[in-house]
């Protein structure tokens, strides 16, 4: 069921499937909006989870303020909706921006996270492909189509949205492997291999965290979750569903000393 709650003063759309499992919490890309992962993944986690989505602050059905687009904002937008619509810890699944945004909760709030999967994530804007993003190309007119589809503020306030979203792009996240390394929570790290987040980087990624997990989809993209939502579904349902970290017949990294 959709609706608007005042998250941190703002009106903020969100949209809370219900179900009797454990919360799930969908975190969407930037420059993009929920009905992207409701409408793939979202649909086949439902039958297990409870499922709740909502669009930040300048994305999707929510309008947009005068402020510059900051990842530290939009932790605290999601802080809110966790503690005012889910009522407490939830798995978090974020994809792009918004596995930055659990990573970045997942530091400050850790009693609201139970395990995250991160999607084509990056923890340091350097760990970005250098790309430039033609206005003219099928992926900026589709985003630019949804864009106008659904927001409050209309069509005129897209260029600003792509100046704000652009300009955080190339100055933020600046998490170092040492901080990531604090995040006690099981973490999926989930990658196509043709992504927008280097390999390099998203493996670093992985070898920070001290319960993460790695998969790395073959004849993906970044838009791994709409390219291939099947595949990413059941890897997220394998991993969220596993209990206790993985056994393995030759484990290195996993391994523990003798007397752990």
Known sequence: ?????????????????????????????????SDELLNSIGRDLSESYRVVAFDRRGHGYTADSDADFHYADMAAETIGVLEKVVGGAAHLVGWS?????????????PDLVRKMVVIGANFHYDGMVPVEMDPDSP????LGRAYIER????????????????????AEP??????????????????GDDDLVSLTHTVALYEALPEG?????????????????DAATALILKFLGAAGSPQTLFPIRRARPANA
């Open 1 to 33: 069921m959709a609706s608007t709650v005042e998250i941190d003063g703002h009106p903020t759309w969100v949209e809370d499937r219900g179900g009797s499992g454990p919360p799930l919490l969908l975190l969407h890309g930037g420059l993009s909006n």
């Open 97 to 109: 921006d918004g596995g930055i945004i659990a990573l970045l909760v997942a530091l400050q709030r």
């Open 139 to 142: 992926m900026a007119k589709e």
């Open 151 to 170: 927001s409050p503020d209309g069509a005129e306030h897209l260029d600003e949205v792509f100046r704000k979203s652009l300009a955080m792009f190339s």
């Open 174 to 191: 600046t998490l170092t492997a040492a901080d990531v390394s604090q995040i006690g929570s099981p973490v999926l790290v989930l990658s």
């Open 213 to 229: 997990q790695l998969a790395v989809v073959p004849g993906a993209s970044h838009a791994l979750p709409l390219e291939q939502p």
